[in-house]
């Protein structure tokens, strides 16, 4: 009884904390998957899956108590440091310090705090609402910044007067918070200014050599003519070749990224969709990370959320710093997002190493803290070449962009389901208002702003580091996304119509010295077709590396010395899954049907409990794929139902919001890029040909 007399706020702290664990508990609950919601899954977690959500409420249980209990520390010296006998005096310690870092979490993240505050509606929302739009911007410093001098005057006051004894315990308990802040800020500084020092003693950069640097600047759901809002990548664009018609072969993360790495069509390489089994995407040689490390290059990708498909896929890379997903995966990560009380301590990087299911939330995608990543593994690189890998996952949706960049193009008034956010629900319930549209949009253009201020802080550096010149950058996308123009909907995947989802941006800015014998590269822009799939070999030829054999890509290096202005490519691409069938979009009427994603998926138990599809739905799903060709100027798009093949032919030039179908005016022009279209489907060995469809081999 006496220790607890000696230490109030310490176990005021730890009881706090532990009634707001339950409260966040009681608070939240349910379980979904791709923004579908299934009471089968729900029963199957609390079921089959319950010692997984045990371990991760215990995890989270402690994490509540050692927050608790170092504010609730933090207290007692507040109180004994101003010999305070005032009865509250610990308390209202406690709940300041408590509500300074629940402002700034929501203030910075709200889309983690929807469903706990704004969703719930009245009051709930109001309060989110003014934290985050009616504070003005000083406010939640200026808290900060007053508990910091009160706790400093504090501590003063308590060294002065306290006995030895107790005086050590609080040193040692403030200085080992201090440490680690302090050790993490020091060792990476301490790694970049290795990188940049040279034998010598000088500031001469180490990797200013011969062989150069290799940068790609990935984004997710990155649209070709979002390139003109940015001025960070326009301004780098100044200094590089742009090449305007460049074609994703699925829009989708996982296959185009192996398309990216490999030179390869998904028809060659075999991943069709986002849920590829362990055998569907073994190892394969060749791929440009492997290249490259074979080479003596020091090869690291970096991702958030969408980028799982570098832990799932071994191309090569040294380092992978990439979420990895699987069940459980899922289960951690709703059994964290619940607890919006413990999220605004952890949302950060230090809290992305004790939740890995941090770095897997669509909610907080944000992309300075990759940018971090991503200049951490070029500092260690040291004296090698560096091909680094980033993909920012800020742009796809729930296009959740961290402060002030959700509040920069959208409208304080508006007062809808999509403030913050937009959650991936896919469902006859979204009926869209204009005002719907135009905050959807605001939040997309606030998510590019972000990631262009993130890719601007990454050029700042290497530049800074003498590395910008004898680094070849590249600025690309998985693929692009639709946000409700021309009846299209919003998201990627789904259809081939219009450009806004299959054209993704290309930016390659060259080292300042081109290779010997060769012309000099200037900045010019392209406007001829080209490919995911010629990445690889471009960057390849660039270093006189013979492309590995089995790709479909080809160099884009005559374009970029200028040598051709159009190298007669053509562009192929085709639909991924369709992950619910209630939407009431034009292309569920264009298609064969199948289950949503929660009736085609299931949990692979021999490995890893990862999420793949079901092996009697595999074929279904590649013969249901749109697919299209693209010659630069004319589009053929074949959608396969079950009462017959439909095409569509569209004019791109005199057309470019596809509004007119052509396939039944140019009938020779149909049978020409059909004959080019089946060809490529034939590039797949497990099917044939049979009326049109692409049915399975017997």
């Given at each position: ?15 706090l ?5 339950f409260?966040?508990?009681?608070w939240?609950?349910?379980f979904?998957v ?8 729900t ?5 089959s899956?319950w010692?997984?959500?045990l371990?991760?409420q215990?995890k ?6 050692i ?14 440091g101003?010999r ?9 310690w406690?709940?300041?310090?408590t ?6 979490g929501i203030?910075?993240y ?6 706990a ?8 929302r109001?309060?989110q ?22 706790i400093?005057?504090a ?36 790694i970049?200014?290795?990188?940049t020092?040279?034998?010598?003693g ?5 990797n200013?050599?011969p ?16 390139i003109a ?7 780098m664009?100044?200094?590089?070749v ?8 699925l ?15 998904p ?5 069709r969709?986002?849920?590829?089994s362990?055998?569907?995407r073994?190892?394969?040689?060749g ?9 003596g ?10 980028g799982?498909?570098f ?13 990895y997903?699987?069940f ?7 059994s964290l ?9 952890v ?27 991503a200049m951490?593994?070029?500092a260690?690189?040291g004296?090698?070449?560096?091909f680094?890998m ?8 729930p ?12 409208s304080?008034?508006y007062s809808?389901?999509f ?8 469902d006859n ?9 135009r ?7 606030g998510?590019l ?7 601007g802080?990454?050029i ?20 692009g ?5 021309n009846?299209w ?8 119509r219009?450009?806004?989802v ?11 010295s ?7 590269i200037v900045?010019?822009?392209i406007?001829s077709?080209?490919?995911?799939i010629?990445i ?18 080809t160099?884009?290096m ?7 202005s159009?190298?007669?490519l ?11 069938d209630l ?5 569920q009427?264009?298609r064969?049907?199948y289950p ?13 409990l990862e999420?793949?599809i ?9 013969t249901a ?7 630069g100027?004319?589009?053929?798009i074949?959608?396969p ?10 004019d ?5 919001s ?16 059909k004959?080019k279209?089946f ?14 469809y692409a049915?399975?081999?017997?």
């Amino acid at each position: 009884m006496q220790r607890l007399k000696k230490y109030p706020g310490f176990i005021i702290g730890i009881c706090l904390y532990g009634l707001l664990f339950f409260v966040a508990l009681i608070w939240n609950a349910g379980f979904s998957v791709m923004g579908v919601q299934n009471a089968e899954i729900t029963k199957l977690v609390l079921s089959s899956f319950w010692p997984y959500v045990l371990l991760a409420q215990i995890k989270i249980f402690a994490a509540y108590l050692i927050i608790g209990a170092v504010i609730g520390f933090s207290a007692d010296v507040v109180v004994c440091g101003f010999r305070s006998r005032f009865l509250m005096a610990g308390p209202a310690w406690i709940a300041g310090v408590t509500g300074y870092f629940l402002l700034a979490g929501i203030r910075a993240y709200p889309q983690l705090y929807t469903e706990a505050l704004y969703d719930r509606g009245g009051l709930l929302r109001r309060i989110q609402v003014v934290i985050t739009h009616t504070l003005p911007s000083w406010f939640i410093p200026a808290f900060g910044i007053i508990l910091l001098l009160i706790i400093c005057a504090a501590l003063v006051s308590y060294f002065s007067r306290a006995p030895f004894r107790r005086r050590a315990v609080v040193l040692v308990f403030f200085g080992l918070i201090l440490a680690i802040v302090a050790g993490r800020s020091f060792k990476t500084a301490r790694i970049m200014s290795a990188h940049t020092r040279g034998t010598d003693g000088s500031t001469a950069t180490v990797n200013a050599l011969p062989v150069p640097n290799i940068l790609i600047l990935a984004a997710d759901s990155l649209r070709n003519d979002a390139i003109a809002d940015t001025r960070q990548v326009q301004e780098m664009s100044r200094d590089g070749v742009v090449f305007q018609q460049q074609y994703t072969s699925l829009p989708r993360t996982f296959p185009a990224i192996i398309s990216l790495l490999t030179g390869k069509l998904p028809v060659t390489h075999g991943v069709r969709h986002m849920f590829p089994s362990k055998n569907d995407r073994d190892h394969r040689a060749g791929s440009l990370p492997d290249e490259l490390r074979r080479r003596g290059y020091a090869t690291a990708a970096v991702s958030d959320f969408a980028g799982d498909v570098f832990s799932r896929f071994s191309a090569g890379f040294d380092t992978v710093k990439a979420p990895y997903f699987n069940f459980v995966t899922l289960i951690n990560q709703r059994s964290l997002e619940i607890h919006f009380f413990l999220l605004p301590f952890v949302a950060n990087s230090f809290g992305r190493i004790l939740f890995p299911e941090l770095k897997e939330s669509a909610a907080n995608g944000d992309p300075f803290l990759l940018a971090d990543e991503a200049m951490h593994e070029i500092a260690v690189a040291g004296k090698k070449p560096f091909f680094t890998m980033v993909f920012f996952s800020t742009l796809h949706f729930p296009y959740a962009a961290p402060d002030p960049y959700y509040r920069a193009h959208t409208s304080a008034s508006y007062s809808g389901r999509f403030k913050y956010h937009k959650p991936p629900i896919l469902d006859n319930s979204e009926h869209m208002t204009d005002d719907d549209i135009r905050q959807i949009r605001g939040l997309y253009r606030g998510a590019l702003d972000a990631y262009d201020d993130a890719v601007g802080k990454i050029i700042a550096f290497l530049k800074k580091k003498n590395l910008y010149d004898n680094t070849l950058i590249i600025i690309t996308a998985d693929h692009g996304e639709n946000l409700y123009e021309n009846n299209w909907h919003i998201g990627h995947g789904e259809h081939l119509r219009g450009n806004h989802v299959v054209n993704v941006p290309l930016i390659i800015k060259f080292p300042k010295s081109s290779p010997v014998g060769c012309p000099a590269i200037v900045p010019h822009t392209i406007t001829s077709v080209t490919r995911d799939i010629d990445i690889e070999p471009t960057l390849l030829d660039y270093l006189g590396i013979s492309p590995p054999q089995g790709i479909d890509g080809t160099s884009l290096m005559p374009l970029a010395f200028g040598e051709q202005s159009d190298m007669g490519l053509t562009a192929f691409s085709e639909t991924g899954i369709w992950f619910s069938d209630l939407t009431d979009a034009f292309y569920q009427k264009e298609r064969i049907m199948y289950p949503d994603i929660t009736g085609l998926s299931r949990i692979d138990f021999t490995y890893n409990l990862e999420v793949v599809i079901k092996d009697e739905y595999r074929d279904l799903i590649n013969t249901a794929k749109h697919r299209m060709v693209d010659d630069g100027r004319y589009r053929l798009i074949y959608a396969p139902t079950r009462q017959g093949m439909i095409y569509e032919l569209f004019d791109r030039q005199t057309d470019p919001s596809f509004e007119r179908n052509l396939a039944g005016e140019m009938p020779e022009k149909v049978r020409e890029l059909k004959k080019k279209l089946f060809a490529y489907m034939t590039k797949d060995p497990t099917i044939i040909m049979k009326n049109e469809y692409a049915v399975p081999q017997q």
